[in-house]
């Protein structure tokens, strides 16, 4: 009877162990307690702001004097309420991390404010000068930013949009910590301009 008992047990153990090899997918960590919210920032000229606090997006009609609205999205390019383009004390700091979950901590400093710049609008791209926040806004090919456009993936029958999946800090207009990671930018016809985002708001930093 033992050496039955033993042969099961080893018989089980080696299905278990094949199993886990024969399926090297491991279940993601879900439990980063972050909201999610898409905004349709798909029209050149226009901003869509949005405020952490209330989790929805808000008119604003005075954005350089306005301290209800935290972030705002415009195609590829964001603005913070921070520097030229608000009087709040925002602004982005780039983590290391693609992962939100193991972001634990908002740094005490390194953020960036928003300055002015030049932007590319429209189809075909028109030079256009902006205030936004450099260090997550996408672009061209672009490596840091939240989002990469390149045509040549276009030319190939591809979308030309992606997402980088940068984890960023940002800083809300009151001062409080937002750590942000936009996982989607294109819509349910694959059309670009809708930066589908997960968040966690936190008051002092640690998330």
């Known amino acids: 009877m033992k050496k039955v008992f033993l042969s099961l047990v ?3 153990l080696t299905l ?3 199993s886990r090899d024969d399926n090297n997918e491991v279940t993601p960590n879900v439990t ?11 029209a050149s000229g226009t901003w869509k702001y949005f405020s952490f606090e209330k989790g929805t997006e808000v008119t604003v009609t005075d954005p ?4 209800t609205w935290d972030i705002a999205f ?31 901590q908002a740094p005490t400093s390194g953020y960036t404010a928003d300055k002015k710049g030049t932007a590319q609008l429209g189809y075909p791209p028109v030079d ?4 936004y926040n450099s260090i997550i806004s996408g672009g061209m090919k672009s490596v840091n930013g939240y989002v990469a456009y390149d045509p040549a993936l276009a030319a190939q029958g591809k979308s030309p949009y ?11 207009a009151k ?5 942000l990671q936009v996982v989607d930018y294109l819509d349910a016809k694959n059309k670009g301009g809708h930066p589908k985002f997960k968040y966690v708001l936190s008051s002092d930093g640690k998330f």
Do not use: M, P
């Not at 992606?162 to 809300?172: A, C, M």
């Not at 001062?175 to 750590?179: H, I, L, Q, R, S």
């Open 175 to 179: 001062g409080e910590y937002v750590k």
């Open 32 to 42: 980063d307690n972050s909201k999610e919210a898409t905004v349709d920032a798909s």
């Open 128 to 131: 256009t000068e902006l205030s």
């Open 10 to 12: 080893f018989g089980a």
């Open 162 to 172: 992606t997402v980088n999946k940068w984890v960023y800090v940002v800083k809300t």
């Open 16 to 18: 278990a162990s094949c």
């Open 74 to 104: 415009q195609r590829y390019y964001i603005k913070t309420n921070s520097g030229v383009s608000g009087k709040g004390n925002g602004g982005v700091f780039k983590t290391d991390s693609k992962d939100i979950s193991t972001v634990k």
């Open 64 to 67: 350089e004097n306005d301290l």
